[in-house]
């Protein structure tokens, strides 16, 4: 039985697996869902990696009070390269149950995909590397490590600040970060690309207190019109993000992002207008954007005939790679500053930043892993951007300065991840099993590790 026919015999094996997985609430947010959930979900995947030959593997705390699943696998040659698996077991919340056409942690299959949150997200990676060393069995050809963490949707940095203080238990040569996808389902792709981001709020203050807009409006200053200006800087009348500092005139040396699959991928009709004056791929991942997520002002229902004295906005800025997220950060505060009305006092508090990344795509894993994904797939791999921001994937580039980094996975946009109604499609899993599978033959072929760099360190 060649690979492709043992990942296909393990499908039945991984929907039942996944569908214990999905069940477990593991969302890393004690407010929300208990946190035995998530020890739950960590002790699960363990033992689960523990049966694929992990014999270490162990659940570790980490300094945002999550655990994370480590392991180890030694393959019988001394001299071969090794390889750390990343996925990670938390998930985000469900958000509106009513905007579910299932339950959100039942997996449940619909038109021939797997619905229920985190059947993509990640846990369906974390199937794809079991089904991957299952598939493998004992003929593995490579050293393995396993990192699995708790707190990947909170962005809390748990094991962004673990993996510094214990590189020796995860150094490599390559690095599968396997929590993106492909293009689309059946389109094999590497994401080459990460946006990096600054969280931001600004607020505006006007007036003492509220005050009669009948008495008063006009010469009043207006904190929440005041605002409206504010924000409305940030784009131009095409819709481009503008912030002032920064480029934005990028473009996208990978695959394209036709309009058409655009729309149809964010549920939009096909004639619908898209802001914006450039292409989708340019400016999805080459260039600034920037997205208002929350603003605090009187509410419609309930409001009175006042001016407000008081308005905030919570806001989102990504940043393509070559920007560095301090001097983003700066630039945007500048920019509010300068755009607000001399009548109002404006402040902005910088709340969080995360740096871009652009892993290199000329390394023994790349061509390994294109092998790998033209073989599964039967149609060449194809280069990505991806939208999101990894921290994690800058903090593994500086501990381990010699790896090479990959970041596949099982997600592709029908999956609607961090959404109501996320799925994953069966093929994507099995598709990308044999993929993995692929890949740690062809890498192990390809190379030897050199001696104190990625050579395989016992924990």
Not at 59 to 87: H, I
Not at 96 to 107: E, G, Q, S, V, Y
Not at 150 to 155: D, F, K, L, V, Y
Request: proline fraction near 9%.
């Amino acid at each position: 039985m060649d690979l492709r026919d043992r990942v296909n015999a393990l499908m039945p094996r991984a929907r039942e697996e996944l569908a214990h997985l999905v069940a477990m609430r593991s969302v890393a947010d004690p407010r929300q869902f208990p946190p035995e959930e998530c020890r739950r979900a960590a002790t699960w995947v363990a033992d689960a990696f523990a049966e694929t030959g992990f014999a270490d593997a162990r659940l570790v705390d980490t300094p945002d009070g999550s655990q994370a699943v480590l392991g180890s696998r030694r393959c019988a040659a001394e001299n071969a390269p090794t390889v750390l698996l990343y996925a990670h077991y938390d998930v985000q919340p469900p958000l509106d149950d009513d905007a579910w056409r299932t339950p959100p942690f039942r997996l449940t299959e619909v038109d021939g995909r797997w619905y229920g949150r985190g059947a993509a997200d990640c846990k369906g990676n974390i199937l794809m590397h079991l089904t991957a060393l299952r598939a493998l069995g004992d003929d593995l050809p490579v050293h393995l490590k396993l990192v699995v963490e708790g707190s990947e949707e909170q962005g809390t940095g748990g094991l962004e600040a673990f993996v510094p203080e214990h590189a020796e238990l995860l150094r490599a040569d390559a690095i599968l970060v396997c929590d993106t996808g492909n293009a689309a389902v059946g389109q094999p792709a590497v994401t080459v690309s990460l946006r990096g981001m600054v969280n931001a709020v600004v607020s505006v203050e006007a007036l003492p207190s509220a005050l009669h807009s009948g008495m008063f409006g006009g010469p009043a200053p207006d904190a929440l019109a005041a605002l409206v200006t504010v924000l409305a800087s940030l784009r131009d009348s095409e819709g481009n993000t503008t912030v002032d500092g920064l480029a934005h005139d990028g473009t996208w040396p990978g695959a394209p992002y036709p309009a058409a699959r655009f729309r149809a991928d964010i549920g939009l009709a096909p004639d619908a207008v898209l802001p914006g004056d450039g292409e989708i791929a340019d400016l999805l991942w080459a260039r600034p954007a920037v997205t208002i997520l929350g603003i605090d002002c009187p509410p419609v229902v309930g409001s009175a005939a006042a001016i407000t004295p008081r308005a905030r906005a919570r806001l989102n800025l990504r940043i393509p790679p070559g920007v560095e997220p301090d001097e983003a950060a700066h630039a945007l505060t500048e920019h509010l500053r300068a755009a607000a009305p001399r009548s109002v006092r404006l402040s902005v508090e910088i709340e969080a930043v995360g740096p871009p990344f652009r892993p290199a795509i000329d390394g023994p894993a790349h061509r390994a892993m294109a092998d790998a994904m033209q073989a599964a797939y039967g149609r060449p791999m194809s280069l990505l951007g991806q939208g999101g921001s990894i921290p994690l994937c800058t903090v593994f580039a500086e501990t381990c300065p010699g790896a090479e980094l990959l970041l596949i996975g099982v997600e592709e946009p029908q999956a609607l991840i961090h959404a109501p109604n996320e799925s994953v499609a069966p093929s994507e899993i099995s598709a990308m099993a044999l993929t993995e599978a692929l890949f740690l033959q062809n890498y192990a072929a390809s190379r030897v590790a050199p001696w104190g760099t990625g050579r395989f360190y016992a924990q």
